[in-house]
């Protein structure tokens, strides 16, 4: 069975400065996929970023990026110029390519503050 | 519609209560989940469905929790005789065949 390990359960970071959340992966398939979702105290469930496993270019959006180590099964998320409405829960997710209806498996989760 | 809607955002049942759940997935999205996220924010797996039937139930608790998405019907999570740690957040999401899960806002269950 596929898990996800958060290691950080707490990070916090000045406004406009750049972050790093980790995680990492265990699986034995070669094709997947991989996300960061961001939860608000709102409790909504907001996907930032996803990653195929085939894709050797790492995933962009905005101020979003990720760092995808297949090998090392490691994928970080970095937030640059951090602003205050990126406060949240952050969790990392696996899902697999096989055929069917398969399930995110989430890890333990992040908590991001900015400190203004 | 374009978002998956969960009924009712909040519940409250005394222990020993049926608690009933329901989630209407997007038009079209074929693959249906629930999942528990309790204080601890983690989320807990606890079904998929693949149209009607019924893919992974590997985390349900059987003896007291169970799901349904019949045709032309909101999908259902039940909890039978409800306990105090089943207090929590119980969202439910969908998708098409390898395309992203698309959340609902979630239901709150408060057992007291």
């Known amino acids: 069975a596929q898990t996800v390990t958060q290691s950080q359960p707490e990070m916090s970071v000045q406004e406009a400065e750049t972050v790093t959340l980790s995680c990492t992966y265990d699986?034995?398939?070669?094709?997947?996929?991989l996300f960061w979702y961001k939860q608000p105290p709102s409790r909504q469930m907001i996907l930032v970023i996803r990653?195929?496993?085939?894709?050797?270019q790492n995933a962009t959006e905005n101020r979003f990026s990720v760092n995808f180590q297949k090998a090392a099964k490691s994928f970080s998320l970095k937030i640059s110029d951090s602003q205050l409405g990126d406060a949240a829960m952050y969790f990392c997710?696996?899902?697999?390519?096989?055929?069917?209806?398969?399930?995110?498996?989430f890890g333990q989760g992040t908590r991001l503050t900015i400190n203004p | 519609g374009e978002e998956v809607a969960q009924t009712p955002k909040h519940l409250v049942r005394g222990e020993g209560q049926k608690a009933k759940l329901y989630c209407a997935p997007i038009?079209?999205?074929?693959?249906v989940f629930w999942y528990q996220q309790v204080l601890k924010n983690e989320f807990k797996f606890l079904i998929s469905?693949?149209?009607?039937?019924?893919?992974?139930e590997t985390g349900m608790p059987k003896e007291r929790f169970s799901a349904k998405c019949l045709p032309n019907s909101p999908c259902s999570l039940e909890i039978q005789a409800t306990k105090l740690e089943d207090s929590a957040v119980y969202f439910c999401?969908?998708?098409?065949?390898?395309?992203?899960?698309?959340f609902g806002n979630g239901t709150r269950l408060t057992v007291t």
């Open positions: 999401a969908s998708s098409q065949l390898q395309g992203n899960l698309h």
């Open positions: 699986t034995s398939e070669s094709d997947y996929y």
């Open positions: 990653q195929e496993a085939y894709k050797q």
């Open positions: 997710a696996y899902r697999s390519r096989l055929w069917g209806a398969q399930k995110l498996v």
């Open positions: 038009k079209g999205h074929s693959y």
């Open positions: 469905f693949q149209n009607e039937n019924v893919f992974d």
